[in-house]
Nanobody
Framework: QVQLVESGGGLVQAGGSLRLSCAAS????????MAWFRQAPGKEREFVAA????????RYADSVKGRFTISRDVAKKAVYLQMNSLKPEDTAVYYC????????????????WGQGTQVTVSS
């Protein structure tokens, strides 16, 4: 069982940066692949970034590639999303997710979810 709590969201101007954090608890975190998804108003939740349980394998949505970086600290049981060069279209609720096994870009593959943190990018 893994419990996830996101933090770090807020309001930022276009071109700015934010760092999201996801604090995990539970025995299986070190063996869990982690990911960030987001959901904008009126849209379906979409994949943003994923990282393997070793941290050596990452994957990004094309829309954020080169601007966002996912990382994890197994000792601190945390995963991060560094977001640079933010755009108004990045406005969404960002969710942290975890699954046992290999990393995936598919929402339904993740069994554990946080409550989400709001990111708003003004133009």
């Amino acid at each position: 069982q893994v419990q996830l709590v996101e933090s770090g969201g807020g309001l930022v101007q276009a071109g700015g940066s934010l760092r999201l954090s996801c604090a995990a608890s539970g025995r299986t975190f070190s063996n869990s692949a982690m990911a960030w998804f987001r959901q904008a108003p009126g849209k379906e939740r979409e994949f943003v970034a994923a990282i393997s349980w070793t941290g050596g394998d990452t994957r990004y949505a094309d829309s954020v590639k080169g601007r966002f970086t996912i990382s994890r600290d197994v000792a601190k049981k945390a995963v991060y999303l560094q977001m640079n060069s933010l755009k108004p279209e990045d406005t969404a609720v960002y969710y942290c997710a975890a699954r046992e096994g290999f990393r995936s870009t598919t929402e339904r593959m993740y069994a554990y979810w946080g409550q989400g943190t709001q990111v708003t990018v003004s133009s």
